[in-house]
């Protein structure tokens, strides 16, 4: 019988952090690496005088485990995983437990749930986010898989994960089961996705207050101390006003000298192809995702710049003014992504049979995370006042904060437009708005093309929904149309 109460593979940042955390809360730990030269160096560094057991073979690892062994695996998403998956399999028995806890394709991971189930064995995908702090000190956990695991792991990992007040008590864990097979890392695919979305609209808030009203570092930073102390109070803004703030060894903005250059892992990619997928308009973050990738080229903006000219930026009289318009703006995109990622999550819960509790993942994200909010309370009570809330837009306290900030936003795309300031996501997201307010849309003319070139049918208005019909449109045609069906 062995010692610990939880093992874990893979000691890179996110792994070791995750073992002292779990250590922190009482529990012992065995830890392997595939280079175990690292095992050795974190048992004798970090996890010095710790209850922390380092295993120089995969045999010796299960062997320090309690039954039933659970094992977290903290390695490069792909390939790695399987690798280390098929490792446990050799040692491993009937219901032991395998973790994964790295950002894994919730494909893969349905994949794997039904692989690792087949051979007796029980599986767990677990998004995992908070980046190196929230591991060491209480990240957001997003578990899904086997059922039957849950139960079993579960007072570890909400041991592990953030904690945050709710209602009359305190320290609810940001950690709840969300849904068998790729649930789990669905959800956090979602997440990165929105996490995106946020990074890149308040980067275009901070495009249009450096370059479209002037404003120094030091009073950028002044701005975004002020929002988050209000409605938009957020991890994002907090380090988005601490990076404002920073000076490099010669005293100029640090951020300033960073290449303009984004680079990203794919989880935001993964989230719009699921969006093509599954029919839904994801449109903030796919223009987010897009945005990095015309950052990434870099050396052809730098020719088109010397081709290409465009307006000369002009500052409003009212400086203070915008700045109020900005953040209204801002919050009510914000609303707009967050809307669009849990269409995104409904959509793939009726396809995979998953019974999403929506408030629950709210509350997950309310600490810990990334994307956590004050602003995500409200998400939680707009999904425990009604479960089947068809859209975030549609709850009456995100309805008034899009009406109140309706004029403001308006005016902020406006003079991005004409300033010459590209601000794709905080655009798209107000289109998104303009498109499923209105009652009429001009996809009867789509319709009507798809027809005459395609016999692909359309429905009538005078008739009753589901009837289809085709024209001849150029009298050349016959009368025989296209098979109908939805993407």
């Known amino acids: 019988m062995g010692n610990a109460d939880i093992g874990l593979i ?11 955390n779990m250590e922190s809360r009482g529990f012992t730990v065995a830890v392997y690496n595939r280079t175990i030269s690292r095992v050795d160096t974190f048992v004798q560094g970090r996890g010095e005088g710790k209850k922390i057991i380092g295993a120089k073979s995969i045999e010796s690892f299960a062997a320090e485990l309690k039954r039933p062994r659970k094992a977290m695996i903290m390695v490069k998403a792909g390939e790695a995983v399987d690798e280390t998956i098929e490792q446990l399999l050799a040692v491993f028995e009937t219901g032991d437990i395998i973790i994964d806890g790295g950002n894994s394709n919730y494909q893969d991971t349905i994949r794997r749930s039904a692989y690792v189930e087949s051979k007796g064995l029980l599986y767990i995908g677990a998004g995992v986010s908070g980046g190196e702090e929230g591991a060491l000190t209480g990240p957001s956990i997003m578990p899904g898989g086997s059922p039957a695991a849950w139960p079993v792991v579960k007072p570890i990992l909400q ?20 849904g068998e097979n790729g649930a789990g890392h669905f959800v956090k695919m979602v997440h990165n996705g929105i996490e995106y979305g946020d990074m890149q609209l308040i980067c275009e808030t901070y495009d249009l207050l450096k370059n479209y009203l002037g404003l120094s570092y030091g009073e950028m930073r002044d701005v975004f101390a002020k929002w988050n102390q209000g409605n938009l109070n957020s991890y994002l803004i907090e380090i988005t006003r601490d990076i404002l703030g920073f000076n490099d060894e010669d005293g100029q903005p640090l951020v300033e000298k960073i290449l303009d250059t984004a680079g990203q892992k794919g989880t935001g990619k993964w989230t719009g192809m699921a969006a093509l997928e599954f029919g839904v308009p994801l449109t903030l973050i796919g223009e987010a995702v897009f945005s990095r990738c015309l950052s990434a080229a870099k050396n052809e903006r730098l020719r088109s710049s010397k081709i290409f000219s465009g307006p000369r930026p002009a500052a409003p009289a009212d400086k203070t003014a915008f700045i109020d318009d900005l953040g209204k703006a801002l919050y009510a995109a914000k609303v707009v992504s967050y809307a669009q990622g849990y269409l995104l999550m409904r959509e793939a819960a009726k396809e995979y049979k998953w019974n999403l509790n929506n408030g629950g993942i709210a509350l997950m994200w309310r600490g810990g995370c990334i994307i956590r909010s004050a602003f995500l309370g409200k998400i939680k009570e707009a999904f425990d006042k009604k479960p089947d809330l068809e859209n975030l837009l ?11 900030a309706q004029a403001s936003w308006r005016r902020v795309v406006s003079a991005a437009v004409q300033n010459g300031i590209s601000a794709p996501a905080l655009t798209s997201a107000l289109a998104y708005f303009d498109g499923y307010r209105r009652e009429w849309l001009p996809a009867n003319l789509l319709q009507a093309q798809r027809d005459y070139f395609g016999a692909h049918t359309y429905e009538r208005v005078d008739r009753k929904r589901g009837e289809f019909f085709h024209t001849n449109w150029t009298g050349h045609g016959g009368a025989t149309s296209a098979s109908t069906y939805t993407v």
């Open 394 to 404: 549609l709850d009456p306290f995100f309805t008034g904060v899009i009406e109140d």
């Open 159 to 178: 041991a592990i994960a953030a904690r945050v007040e709710q209602g009359a008590g305190n320290g609810v864990p940001c950690c709840d089961w969300v």
């Open 10 to 20: 893979g000691l890179a940042v996110m792994g070791e952090n995750l073992v002292l």
